[in-house]
C-alpha cells in the first residue's frame, strides 16, 4: 500500500497558503494541470483528467464514450460493486463474466456472453494482476466493441511494457486509500481520444458552459455531473506519483524472489499471470477449498484467501443481483432489451477458483528478505533451512 507523509503535508501546505483550492479556482498552471501532464508523460498517454474518484472515473469513461440504455457492458465476477454500479449508473446493464485462474476476466467466456446488444468490454486489473489484453482487444476488434480499463486496483502495472488503463478506448483510476497512489479519495481517466476526453470533460463538470476550453473537438456541450477534483489533491497526486515506480519496483523484485521460492512445492500452485516478467501481484491455487482455507489459516500474515473478502465477489452485489435503482424510472433493467440473469449458477467457476486461491502480500515496504523467508515458510522449509537463507 503506497505511504503517505511529510511531503504531502507540505504539498497540501502550499496549496491553502495559495488561497486557491479549487480547479477553475484562479489563473495559470495549478498543482492538478502538473499531475495530468506529469501522469500522461510517465503512462504515454495522450488525455488525463483527474476527477473524485475511481467510480466518478468510471462512470465519466463511459458516457464519453456513448455507452447509455439498451446497451449491455461485460464484467468480471471479481471486482469491486463500483465496476458494475458505473454501468448503471449510466443506463447501461452490466453482464457478468467468469475469470480464470488469473483472477482476471476469461476472453473465452468474454466470447460466450457477447450478444447483438454488447456495446463494451469493462475488463478490471484486479489486485495488481494484469488480464489478457491481447485477446480482449482481439474480442473488441472482431465484434466492434469499445474496451473500458479499470485499472483501479493496478495503478502504473504494466502489461507487455505497456501501462493498464493505456491499451483500451478508456482507463479508469482510482486514488482511494488502498490503491497504488493514496491520496484518501480521488480518480482519473485517460485516453488516446481527443473526442472522449472532451466528453468526459464535460460530464465531470456539468457541461463546463462557462470554462472558455478552446480544445473541445466540435463536441456540443451536454449537461453532467461534478466529479471535479481540487487541488489539495492535485497536490497530493504529484508527490505520490513520484513514488509510484520506485514502489512498483520493490513489488516487482519481491514477486520474483518469493515465486522463485513459492513454485514447484506440492501443496499449491502458482496462480497463472497474463505477463509473469513484469508480476506485482502473486497468488497461490490450492485443489481443493479446504487446503486453501487450512493454508491461509496457518500464514496469517499476508496471506489471506481470495473468497473470504467477499466484497469483491458478484454473489455479494445484492442491489445489482435485485435490480434494485434509487427510483423505479430511472432502473436501466427496466430499458435492457433483453433481460440479464443473476441466477445462481452465473458464475459458479469463478466462485471455485476464488474459494481456493490465497492471495500472498509482497510486503512492499518490508525487507526483501524478510518476504523470502516467509516464502519460504509458506513453502514449507525446516526452520534450520529458513535460517541458513535468511542468513546468507
Ligand atoms: C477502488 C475500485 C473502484 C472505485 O474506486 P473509488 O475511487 O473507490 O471510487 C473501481 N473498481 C475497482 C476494481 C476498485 O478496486
Redesign the pocket.
Known amino acids: 500500500m503506497a505511504k503517505v507523509g511529510l511531503r504531502e503535508w507540505l504539498a497540501i501546505g502550499r496549496v491553502i497558503a495559495s488561497g486557491r483550492l479549487a480547479r477553475y479556482g484562479g489563473p495559470g498552471e495549478g498543482p492538478l494541470d502538473r499531475f495530468e501532464k506529469a501522469f500522461s508523460q510517465q503512462f504515454d498517454i495522450r488525455h488525463v483528467l483527474t476527477v473524485s474518484?475511481?467510480?466518478?472515473a468510471?462512470i465519466s469513461g463511459l458516457a464519453a464514450s456513448g455507452v447509455g440504455p439498451g446497451d449491455e457492458v461485460l464484467v468480471p465476477a471479481y471486482?469491486?460493486i463500483?465496476?458494475a454500479a458505473a454501468v448503471l449508473a449510466v443506463g447501461a446493464v452490466p453482464v457478468i463474466v467468469d475469470i480464470d485462474e488469473t483472477l482476471t476476466m476469461d476472453p473465452d467466456d468474454i466470447e460466450r456472453r457477447i450478444t447483438p446488444r454488447t456495446r463494451a468490454i469493462l475488463p478490471?486489473h484486479?489486485a495488481n494482476m494484469v488480464c489478457d489484453m491481447e485477446a480482449i482487444m482481439a474480442l473488441a476488434r472482431k465484434h466492434g466493441l469499445l474496451v473500458i480499463e479499470?485499472a483501479?486496483?493496478a495503478v502504473g502495472v504494466t502489461y507487455r511494457d505497456r501501462r493498464v488503463g493505456t491499451i483500451g478506448d478508456i482507463g479508469a483510476f482510482?486514488f482511494?486509500q488502498f490503491?497504488n497512489i493514496n491520496i484518501g479519495?480521488g480518480?482519473a481517466v485517460a485516453s488516446q481520444s481527443d473526442r472522449f476526453f472532451a466528453r468526459a470533460r464535460m460530464y465531470h463538470d456539468v457541461g463546463e458552459l462557462f470554462r472558455g476550453h478552446l480544445d473541445n473537438y466540435n463536441e456540443p456541450s451536454f449537461f453532467g455531473v461534478n466529479f471535479k477534483a481540487s487541488q489539495i489533491q492535485g497536490a497530493m497526486l504529484n508527490v505520490q506519483l513520484a513514488k509510484l515506480d520506485p514502489m512498483l519496483k520493490r513489488m516487482r523484485r519481491r514477486h520474483q524472489v518469493m515465486a522463485r521460492i513459492l513454485s514447484g512445492c506440492d501443496a499449491f500452485r502458482l496462480g497463472p499471470h497474463n505477463d509473469p516478467q513484469n508480476a506485482v501481484g502473486l497468488h497461490l491455487l490450492f485443489e481443493t477449498e479446504e487446503e486453501a482455507k487450512t493454508f491461509a489459516a496457518k500464514h496469517r500474515r499476508g496471506v489471506y484467501r481470495v473468497f473470504d473478502s467477499s466484497r469483491h465477489v458478484c454473489t455479494h452485489w445484492t442491489p445489482i443481483l435485485e435490480k434494485r435503482a434509487f427510483h423505479p424510472a430511472m432502473n436501466p433493467y427496466g430499458w435492457a432489451k433483453a433481460s440479464v440473469d443473476y441466477g445462481p449458477d452465473m458464475c459458479a467457476r469463478s466462485l471455485d477458483i476464488l474459494k481456493r486461491t490465497c492471495r500472498i502480500s509482497l510486503g512492499e515496504n518490508y525487507p526483501t528478505a524478510l518476504m523470502a523467508y516467509l516464502a519460504r515458510r509458506m513453502a514449507g522449509q525446516s526452520s534450520q533451512e529458513r535460517r541458513l537463507s535468511y542468513a546468507s
Open positions: 474518484s475511481g467510480t466518478g468510471l471486482t469491486w463500483a465496476t478490471v484486479m479499470d483501479c486496483q482510482s482511494n490503491k479519495e480518480g
